[in-house]
Structures are given as structure tokens and as C-alpha cells.
T-cell receptor, first 110, second 112 residues
């Protein structure tokens, strides 16, 4: 079983919809939680970086971490066609190694 | 500000050959990590370097090696290439070992 499991998708939503992307994990040592966006054949772009449990908001993006349930989410409000990409969750302990999910591919239709 | 730069962007090699990939971190960043991303999967950790020293190693064979230079740039070397080494190789730069990491555009390696 993988340390990080991500809802595989693909996910297709109409423009303006609220999108929910989710990951679960098994390693209690994870303390830092990240969301990356990756366009086709490009490197991942860091969207959100959070520490421990709670919510963090940045514009249309909200990252949510529930350490008691080992569950993290990324919400995208008012989704746009430009949000169409693969979203990767990642997490790590105190060391630098990050463990990634396999990504959820999102398509936002105009 | 320049982001993380990787070279080359694309590379085709034959089985058994050796390859060297290069990475320049964001100015001021002292840590570089390497990841392998196979199509349809998330990145897998290969190495982390900080101040020229290896700080972490993933579950990859000894054919994979890396080093970091005094200017914090880094090279990833892969010997005796296999078809299964075909992937996007990503370099990530961070200020220290435990701060957020920013990725380059990657080097797409195809082994034929």
C-alpha cells in the first residue's frame, strides 16, 4: 500500500464550479503538506504549503489538513479553464524528502 | 528572478549508455533534490543534497548518483541505462533541507 493515496480522477467540471481534490496518507510523521499543479510535460508548480492541521487560503485556493483523519484536501473556487491541469498532493516529515500522490487530472470546461 | 533551470530539456539515449543531467537552483537556495516522474505517476524521490553533502537517498539502484557543487548547482548521473529509466527527471530547489521546494521544468529522458 502506498504511503499517499490520491483520488485518481479524471475530474471534469463546468467553469465556475467548486472543485475538491483529496489525498489520504498513512505515515504519522508527515508534518508538511503541499499541493502542486502540473501542466502537461512541465514541472510541478507549488500552489499551497501548509504545516500541521487547519485551513490555509490563497485567493481561489483553500488547503485543508486533518491530521487526526490523515486526510488533506484542496478546494478551488470559481474554477477556470486555465485551472485544467494535474494536481499533485505531497507531504513530508522534518527531512527534505517529499512523498507524492499520483495526481488527479482536472478539466474545467468553458 | 530566475527559477530552477535544468538542462538539457530533452534527451534520447541508448540502453547501456550513461547520462548526466544538470540543475541550477534558485539564487540563494542551498538545497537541491532530484525526483523521477514516470508517466501517470507522481514524482519519486532520488536524492537530496545540501551544502555539497548527501542528505537523503531514495530507493534507487547504485546506477544513480549525484553531486552538488560549491555554487549549489547539481548533477544527476545515471549509468547503464535501462528502458525503465525513461522518465521526466525533476530538480527541486529549496532554501534549506526543510523548507518548501520549487521545481524546474524537468529533463525528459527517453531510453531506446
Amino acid at each position: 500500500q502506498k504511503e499517499v493515496e490520491q483520488d485518481p480522477g479524471p475530474l471534469s467540471v463546468p467553469e465556475g464550479a467548486i472543485v475538491s481534490l483529496n489525498c489520504t496518507y498513512s505515515n504519522s510523521a508527515f508534518q508538511y503538506f503541499m499541493w502542486y499543479r502540473q501542466y502537461s510535460r512541465k514541472g510541478p508548480e507549488l500552489l499551497m504549503y501548509t504545516y500541521s492541521s487547519g485551513n490555509k487560503e490563497d485567493g481561489r485556493f483553500t488547503a485543508q489538513v486533518d491530521k487526526s483523519s490523515k486526510y488533506i484536501s484542496l478546494f478551488i473556487r470559481d474554477s477556470q479553464p486555465s485551472d485544467s491541469a494535474t494536481y499533485l498532493c505531497a507531504m513530508r516529515g522534518n527531512a527534505g524528502k517529499s512523498t507524492f500522490g499520483d495526481g488527479t487530472t482536472l478539466t474545467v470546461k468553458p | 528572478d530566475a527559477g530552477v533551470t535544468q538542462s538539457p530539456t530533452h534527451l534520447i539515449k541508448t540502453r547501456g549508455q550513461q547520462v548526466t543531467l544538470r540543475c541550477s537552483p534558485i539564487s540563494g537556495h542551498k538545497s537541491v533534490s532530484w525526483y523521477q516522474q514516470v508517466l501517470g505517476q507522481g514524482p519519486q524521490f532520488i536524492f537530496q543534497y545540501y551544502e555539497k553533502e548527501e542528505r537523503g537517498r531514495g530507493n534507487f539502484p547504485d546506477r544513480f548518483s549525484a553531486r552538488q557543487f560549491p555554487n549549489y548547482s547539481s548533477e544527476l548521473n545515471v549509468n547503464a541505462l535501462l528502458l525503465g529509466d525513461s522518465a521526466l527527471y525533476l530538480c527541486a530547489s529549496s532554501l534549506w533541507t526543510d523548507t518548501e521546494a520549487f521545481f524546474g521544468q524537468g529533463t525528459r529522458l527517453t531510453v531506446v
